[in-house]
């Protein structure tokens, strides 16, 4: 039987990695009609950063995309679409581009990428559409997701569930992938470890010793995981790519979303809190 055991070298870099997120630099600035920039602008502020505006025209766009490491939200009529597209193609984006294109009534909620770093959604001004529209941001913010969700609040609950799927996918070909039985729970745990951190620095928790604590339950969490994935192994044989790669998945959710639940609480550094954390996790 092969054993296999965490890297001690593996979970500082993984700390590592998670505090270089933590700490890119990213700002939203908002352009576009002047209503809905304003309704915007009070929803993204709320205990956080006040997006910086962007009052030119749709030709001057090519001055905005230089500066990298923003987040631009475009918000169009669907007659100024085809401008702000082509003003982008002249000027490719230093960073990410929303363009939020207010369709009313007949809006889907529906994502489509224009281009590397640009997507589009179909806009409505009601609650759904502004929460696909914070969804979103977390989309287009790619690596600078977690920073995003530390820096405005109201971005911080897209962006955790768009760091926990991730992992969750990422967890589930891990499954599907090691044949050896033991050889996924070092990069499955480290995974998960991984997700806990960056859950925390959106959520504004500092990733210094008290994290610890939340990493020691996530690694007796991944322990219990292989377990019962190895019971029902036992019992399913022919079907263990399938076992491990749907544990890994639900496992890894469920993980998430107790983690987020308990960051939104305050995360308290205290066992009490985390062997509920874990707990949370398996029911």
Known sequence: MVKSRLNLSKVIATWRETLAETGRSIGVVLGGDEDLVGVAQERFSPGGTLPALWTGSLAGLSELLSVPGELLVLFLKPEDEAEARTALGQAPARGAVVLAVDEGESASGRRSHVGDECVRLSFSDTSRGWRRLFETCAEAAGDHMVALGRRYPIVRRAAARRVVYRTAAQNALIGAAFFIPGTDMPAMTLNQAKMILSVAGIYGAEIGRERAIELVAVVGLGFGLRALARSFLRSTPGLGWVIKASTGFTGTVA???????????????STGRVVALVRAARS
Not at 255 to 269: I, N, Q, S, V
């Open 255 to 269: 993980l998430g979303m107790a983690a987020m639940r308990y960051f939104e609480k305050g995360a308290p550094a």
